[in-house]
């Protein structure tokens, strides 16, 4: 599998000087395959850009949602496929007990927040709420499991080629407990990360930052590290970052939650408009 990353901050779009490096887009990242079958995870402002890079001729697309906030969704109506007769457009998310994930789309994709109705697109447009089970898309072998975050909001393992990618972008796993993380049995989306090749992993705040901020839905860069060490992840990538964080703070606070391991985990912040190979 190979990952390229069209988004990688948290919250709100934060363009400019300051974010040049890491990119200033909403969370969104492409997977493709050996057969160029395409996944994209989440539809952040990120996506606009993600849809452009698609291969021509692409007869489907999976877009995998974690959950509905608007940072996450925002850049879903700027999505080129849509628009593109013909093209198969599935849409994964978090079942709801009211509301299908087609109707709680629509809330967005519809005036007055938006001119264009799903229904109006040119694509054929399917959405699917996630179960517990695991299914098949192509070559890819998926699971997605309710984690630690406001909201149904949706943790995902993507097997493929013997190789796995964890990504847990909004994730709270210290939520109850700042200072550390709970035992393997009771830890947030173990099931999604444990023995992961790669893990992207929300490291929004600091931990002085976190302070304030508990119950928000989001990790620190050190517990993200103490998190891959407790699933055993083999790479580990920051993401989902600060909108408030410069680059240079941003490498800072990776650069010192990155120190506190002492074992063999690849650790790094993820930057917009990178690949990597899974």
Same mark, same amino acid.
């Given at each position: 599998?190979?990952?390229t990353?069209?988004?990688?901050?948290?919250s709100?779009?934060?363009?400019?000087?300051?974010? +040049?490096r890491?990119?200033? +887009?909403?969370s969104c990242?492409?997977v493709? +395959?050996?057969?160029d079958?395409?996944?994209?995870?989440?539809?952040?402002?990120? !996506?606009?850009?993600?849809?452009?890079?698609i291969?021509?001729?692409?007869?489907?697309?999976?877009?995998?949602?974690?959950?509905?906030?608007?940072?996450?969704i925002?850049?879903?109506?700027?999505?080129? /496929?849509?628009?593109?007769?013909?093209?198969?457009?599935?849409?994964w998310? @978090? @079942?709801?007990t009211?509301?299908s994930?087609?109707?709680?789309?629509? =809330?967005?994709?519809s005036?007055p927040?938006?001119?264009?109705r799903?229904r109006?697109?040119?694509?054929?447009v399917?959405?699917h709420?996630?179960?517990?089970d695991?299914?098949?898309?192509?070559a890819?072998?998926?699971?997605?499991?309710? !984690?630690?975050? @406001?909201?149904?909001?949706?943790?995902?393992? !993507?097997?493929c080629?013997g190789?796995?990618?964890?990504?847990? /972008?909004d994730?709270?796993p210290?939520?109850?407990?700042?200072?550390?993380l709970?035992?393997a049995?009771?830890?947030s989306?173990?099931?999604?990360?444990?023995?992961?090749?790669?893990l992207?992993?929300?490291?929004?705040?600091t931990?002085?930052?976190y302070?304030? =901020?508990?119950g928000w839905?989001?990790c620190?860069?050190?517990?993200a590290? =103490?998190y891959?060490?407790?699933?055993? &992840?083999?790479?580990?990538l920051?993401f989902?970052?600060?909108?408030? =964080? #410069?680059?240079?703070?941003?490498?800072r606070?990776c650069?010192? &939650? &990155?120190?506190?391991?002492?074992?063999? !985990?690849?650790?790094? /912040?993820?930057a917009? #408009?990178?690949?990597?190979e899974v």
């Amino acid at each position: 599998m190979r990952l390229t990353f069209h988004g990688t901050r948290g919250s709100l779009p934060s363009p400019g000087e300051a974010t +040049n490096r890491y990119g200033g +887009n909403t969370s969104c990242v492409m997977v493709q +395959n050996d057969e160029d079958q395409v996944l994209i995870l989440d539809a952040g402002s990120g !996506i606009r850009q993600a849809g452009e890079a698609i291969p021509p001729g692409t007869k489907r697309v999976d877009v995998l949602l974690t959950h509905l906030h608007m940072d996450h969704i925002q850049g879903l109506g700027f999505f080129a /496929p849509l628009y593109t007769p013909g093209v198969q457009v599935h849409i994964w998310g @978090p @079942p709801s007990t009211t509301r299908s994930l087609r109707k709680r789309l629509t =809330r967005y994709l519809s005036p007055p927040l938006f001119p264009v109705r799903i229904r109006e697109v040119p694509s054929l447009v399917r959405c699917h709420d996630v179960t517990r089970d695991g299914w098949d898309i192509g070559a890819y072998r998926l699971q997605g499991h309710l !984690i630690t975050h @406001p909201g149904p909001t949706l943790g995902y393992r !993507i097997e493929c080629g013997g190789r796995t990618l964890a990504y847990l /972008p909004d994730h709270e796993p210290q939520l109850g407990c700042p200072a550390a993380l709970p035992k393997a049995d009771w830890l947030s989306g173990f099931s999604v990360a444990a023995g992961a090749d790669l893990l992207v992993h929300d490291a929004q705040y600091t931990a002085e930052e976190y302070r304030t =901020r508990a119950g928000w839905g989001h990790c620190t860069a050190e517990l993200a590290v =103490r998190y891959a060490e407790a699933v055993a &992840a083999k790479r580990l990538l920051f993401f989902h970052f600060d909108p408030a =964080r #410069s680059d240079d703070d941003l490498e800072r606070v990776c650069s010192d &939650a &990155a120190s506190t391991h002492k074992g063999t !985990i690849d650790i790094a /912040p993820a930057a917009e #408009s990178t690949s990597h190979e899974v």
